[in-house]
């Protein structure tokens, strides 16, 4: 799986652009997509902030991720933008009847797949050695666009899940 995007990232933005990611448990069929990315992109090209225009981006990303990412350098996200931003992803989460606000299911790339694993599963998954150090990690935890280029996609012995690993794995 091709792991490369950091290329449909704006580079006209700031390093610390404020990052939302939104994960889907499922992935979105390829006209999912389709609808999906341009309905992301209209909403970032009409995101206010008490009226003023954000300079944000938005996309889909991997048939699994919704990202926002809002340049606060000339107007800040104030907490109604932020509610519609929510209102916006609910909204989708209802058309294509997916789940977007669970942070409880993590994503890894297993033979070249995405993989989903509740979060009780996930030492269940590294005893049975389906996850490992090496694995690669969606690490949705980050906040900026630097850490978006840098961090998101991050092997296990590299993220907060590294502690879960037995010393006898690494």
Known sequence: MNTHFQDLIPKDFHDNSRIWIYQSDREFSPKETAELREKVAKFA?????????VKSFGDLFFGHFIILIADETQV???GC???????????????????????QTLAFIVKNKIL?????????S?????????TLY???????????LNDWII???DSWLAKRIPSSHL
């Open 138 to 148: 969606f690490n949705n935890t980050i906040l900026t666009k630097k850490q978006l």
């Open 116 to 124: 989903l694993v509740p979060l009780e599963d996930v030492n269940l």
């Open 45 to 53: 090209e009409a995101w206010n902030s008490h009226g003023s225009a």
């Open 76 to 78: 800040k996200v104030g």
């Open 155 to 157: 092997p296990v012995k």
């Open 126 to 134: 590294i005893e049975n050695e389906i996850i490992n150090p090496e």
């Open 81 to 103: 933008s932020t509610d519609s931003s929510v209102r916006f992803i609910k909204s989708v989460e209802k058309e294509y009847n997916v789940k977007l606000l669970d942070r």
